[in-house]
Antibody, heavy 124, light 107 residues
């Protein structure tokens, strides 16, 4: 059964750091690009970052660049989000999601499997 | 960044109603659009990709249309389990972006 489980969220003061993890199971993790998406309380979805299947390519939202860094360890089937210099506006539920990838000969950049999310609260 | 404008932002409907949600992109995104459903406290669920392709297991009452800048999601006959918030997402260009969401409520 395909499964993504996020962890590492919590309450943190502005300016501090946090590392989120996303453990994957039920599929060959090393074959898929992976994303982080966040949702502030009562707000819509915001894409954060993506990393290619082998970690060689990364893209991130402007709001994330320089502070939120995506990485992965395929030997551990785990995706990470390193969060530095946290701001109050980073408060959100953070979801990891799998990119669909190759399907019937075409590549799709949509997200077909999501974790349940982990909550990050930045407050003084 | 490509902006996606969803309308309406919310709507009230009854079970059995036909509902259509619109998503407009600020520039041409071909058919690189997805629709997600999200229920309170839950992760989003992929409904439609490539503007009109139904993801596996999604009921046929959901359908998507459009290309370029104008897209629609239609629920042909609203069911109790369809009351949720729906988001469009463009996957044509980084940064990926989502629409603001449409909350479908019970009338």
């Amino acid at each position: 059964q395909v499964h993504l489980v996020e962890s590492g969220g919590g309450v943190v003061q502005p300016g501090r750091s946090l590392r989120l993890s996303c453990a994957a199971s039920g599929f060959t993790f090393s074959r898929y690009a992976m994303h982080w998406v966040r949702q502030a309380p009562g707000m819509g979805l915001e894409w954060v970052a993506v990393i290619s299947y082998d970690g060689s390519n990364k893209y991130s939202a402007d709001s994330a660049q320089g502070r939120l860094t995506i990485s992965r360890d395929n030997s551990k089937n785990t995706l990470y989000l390193e969060m530095n210099s946290l701001r109050v506006e980073d408060t959100a539920v953070y979801y990891c999601a799998r990119e669909t990838g190759w399907k019937a000969g075409l590549y799709y950049y949509v997200m077909d499997v999501w974790g349940q999310g982990t909550t990050v609260t930045v407050t003084s | 960044a490509i902006q996606l404008t969803q309308s309406p932002s919310s709507l009230s409907a009854s079970v059995g109603d036909r509902v259509t949600i619109t998503c407009r992109a600020s520039q041409d995104i071909n058919s690189a659009l997805a629709w997600y459903q999200q229920k309170p406290g839950k992760a989003p669920k992929l409904l439609i990709y490539d503007a009109s392709s139904l993801d596996s297991g999604v009921p046929s009452r959901f359908s998507g249309r459009g290309s370029g800048t104008d897209f629609t999601l239609t629920l042909s006959s609203l069911q109790p389990e369809d009351f949720a918030t729906y988001y469009c997402q463009q996957v044509n260009t980084y940064p990926l972006t989502f629409g603001g969401g449409t909350k479908v409520e019970i009338k």
